[in-house]
């Protein structure tokens, strides 16, 4: 009978080893996917700001103008002749007021 009680006691002690051990190597398996998720997740927040600079910039008025020069295209409201595109925008910054332009020149 005591032979019987010490294999029970060390398959129990074995067990918990075992489930001890395989305890410690998935805390371990997950502390790493985490330090490697956070340097993913600095990386993507770097480049998310990155991306939002660049948008900033592709959306400001001078940019827009520049991509519109480069493409020659000739954005004028119907019935209205062409103008110059950069007179247009001084146009619309002052109200539309054709005075106020002839006077900046």
């Known amino acids: 009978m005591a032979i019987v009680r010490i294999v029970i006691l060390l398959s129990i002690t074995l067990g918990m080893a075992m489930a001890v051990l395989w305890h410690a190597r998935q805390t371990v398996s997950i502390g790493y ?3 490697e998720l956070e340097k993913k997740k600095a990386t993507t927040e770097e480049r998310n700001r990155v991306l939002e ?3 900033s910039a592709l959306k ?3 940019n827009i103008l520049k991509s519109l020069d480069k493409m020659e295209l000739e954005l004028v409201p119907p019935g209205e002749k062409k103008r110059d595109l950069a007179n247009l925008v001084v ?5 539309g007021n054709k005075n ?6």
């Not at 106020?100 to 020149?105: I, P, S, T, Y």
């Open 33 to 35: 996917r985490v330090t």
């Open 60 to 62: 400001s008025p001078d």
């Open 100 to 105: 106020e332009n002839k006077n900046a020149r």
């Open 53 to 55: 600079d660049e948008i």
């Open 91 to 95: 146009e619309q910054r002052n109200g």
